[in-house]
């Protein structure tokens, strides 16, 4: 595949992209989120090259994009490369040697952590971002707020949820069309565990993908559908799509920046992370990406409309990193 700006932000249907150095467009540096090249350069400034491969979680993919766009403005030698097959499609290649960083939408688990270890693969963990599932529904059903036990009832394994109106009688008679993530993603795992107590218990009637802008336009175009992703998705699409409010007790909460880093927007609020292997920290390239990177969290959090991390969580963050380089 071309390394040319045909391949910049937005489409991602592709299942592994070559990040455009953004620095070649028309509006400059300023289209990256950054003003000066040289702060997201090697160290002291000086440019950086080689490859950096990352794969892993749809729902990191906008941040780690972001942040390899700015990153190869500054050092349009370098060749950074970000695809999306999950996160459990991301550890599957990392614990391969195959990525230098896999993003994640929840901690690795038992299983990567044993695949890791076999294929020696060490590794740092870091946080980058926050971010909240969004449940939403078609424009045409207007529902404003759902429970966490409609939620369980609704998506859990048998059930025999067909209408709206099958979860209160004061919703629509109109048929449900399901679309949630696959089997791979980080979101279908903290998702059914969160609202149907174990993870994998899922209903199996629905329209799955990875690919989370697949769900968004079957969601759009499906009358009576109703899905969940991650919100930055939403925010993307939030003209195409109506928002769902959560009540998991204390009455009902929408998911926004603010509720979703005081966690008030629960139990569907998490954090997300990078995998760092331990020996690509050594490559010149992979530690000027971490160390231009993780200081401006915040605004490649805004470039790529997702939740940033609090000051708290930076500062962790920052130290995790300093450890793993050290």
């Given at each position: 595949m071309s390394d040319t700006t045909n391949t910049r932000a937005g489409n991602r249907r592709r299942a592994f992209i070559t990040i455009a150095a953004c620095g070649t467009l028309a509006a400059g540096i300023s289209a990256c989120g950054s003003s000066n090249s040289e702060d997201n350069a090697g160290s002291g400034g000086k440019q950086v090259s080689g490859a950096i491969a990352?794969?892993?979680?749809?729902t990191v993919y906008p941040w780690a994009q972001a942040a390899s766009e700015r990153f190869q403005t500054a050092n349009p030698d370098a060749k950074v490369t970000v695809g999306e097959s999950g996160?459990?499609?991301g550890f599957e290649k990392f614990c391969k040697g195959e990525t230098d960083i896999s993003t994640a939408s929840r901690k690795i688990e038992d299983d990567e952590i044993a695949l890791c270890k076999q294929g020696g693969v060490e590794y740092a963990e870091v946080q980058v971002a926050n971010d909240g599932i969004a449940v939403v529904t078609n424009k045409a059903i207007e529902l404003k707020c759902l429970k966490t036990g409609q939620l369980s009832k609704l998506w859990k394994k048998g059930s025999k949820v067909a209408s709206f109106k099958d979860l209160d009688p004061s919703f629509p008679d109109t048929k449900v069309s399901l679309y949630g993530p696959g089997t791979d993603s980080g979101t279908f795992d903290f998702f059914t565990e969160v609202i149907n107590g174990e993870k994998g218990d899922t209903r199996t009637d629905y329209q799955p993908s990875e690919d989370d802008n697949v769900l968004?336009?079957?969601v759009s175009g499906d009358e009576g559908g109703l899905g969940y992703f991650g919100f930055s998705y939403y925010e993307a699409n939030m003209d195409k799509l109506n928002l769902v409010s959560v009540d998991a007790g204390d009455g009902c909460v929408e998911p926004s920046a603010a509720t979703i880093q005081d966690g008030s927007y629960k139990p569907l609020?998490?954090?997300l992370f990078m995998y760092v292997a331990t020996k690509s920290i050594t490559k010149p390239q992979v530690k000027a990406f971490l160390d231009a990177s993780l200081p401006d969290q915040e605004e490649?959090?805004?470039?790529?409309?997702i939740v940033p991390m609090t000051e708290e969580q930076a500062a962790d963050a920052q130290a995790a990193l300093t450890k793993a380089e050290s």
């Open positions: 990352i794969d892993g979680s749809s996160t459990g499609g968004v336009q079957g609020s998490r954090p490649i959090a805004g470039n790529a409309k």
